[in-house]
């Protein structure tokens, strides 16, 4: 089809067509707006919510690092071996009673998460806060990264998700106003064709 042929078939879509109806263009113009917010609107929302999401989540992890310090204790006793095997990449953690030295306070102790497994005399990492006790370790680069992802991801499939439900409801509200004109329409044509009188 040449340029004349598209613009034939273009020209008849814009012409005013006596069966369509204004619900016909209110649902045309609807799906290009949904389409336009589910292909173009979504992703935005989930770049500008994962953009806020890794800015909050450095913050929280420097204001953390700030707070917390971390130590270099001893278990002093083993975790015991009833701990099942660990996912690939994610050590279970276990409690135990571990020991380490504060200069100005001497030797101190307290039970805190150690990795399963931590025998009694293995060399563990403890991070504590500004009161001296035991607390998880502040946030690294790995989890703002998937926090940041899993916010984007999580904003962009709730505004499709709102859209999709919106047009569902505008589409419903569609065909019951098209059932109603059709059988307005219906009333007025039937005698006609029928010969009956209202």
Do not use: C, K
């Amino acid at each position: 089809m040449g340029v004349f042929g598209r613009t034939r078939v273009y020209s008849r879509h814009r012409r005013p067509n006596p069966l369509r109806r204004r619900s016909d263009v209110v649902e045309a113009w609807t799906g290009l707006v949904v389409a336009v917010l589910l292909f173009v609107g979504a992703p935005l929302t989930g770049a500008f919510a994962a953009r806020w999401a890794y800015d909050q989540g450095r913050a929280t992890a420097t204001a953390q690092r700030a707070e917390r310090h971390r130590v270099h204790a001893v278990a002093v006793a083993d975790t015991g071996s009833g701990t099942p095997p660990a996912p690939a990449g994610r050590p279970y953690l276990s409690r135990a009673r571990v020991l380490w030295t504060e200069p100005g306070a001497g030797a101190r102790t307290a039970t805190a998460q150690v990795p399963a497994g931590t025998r009694r005399g293995d060399a563990v990492d403890l991070w504590l806060d500004a009161r001296g006790r035991a607390v998880a370790p502040p946030p690294g680069a790995v989890a703002v990264r998937q926090y940041t992802l899993a916010v984007g991801i999580w904003a962009a499939g709730m505004t499709a998700t709102i859209v999709l439900f919106a047009r569902t409801a505008l589409r419903r509200t569609a065909v019951q106003r098209r059932l109603g004109e059709w059988e307005r329409a219906w009333a007025r044509t039937e005698p006609e064709w029928t010969g009956r009188r209202a």
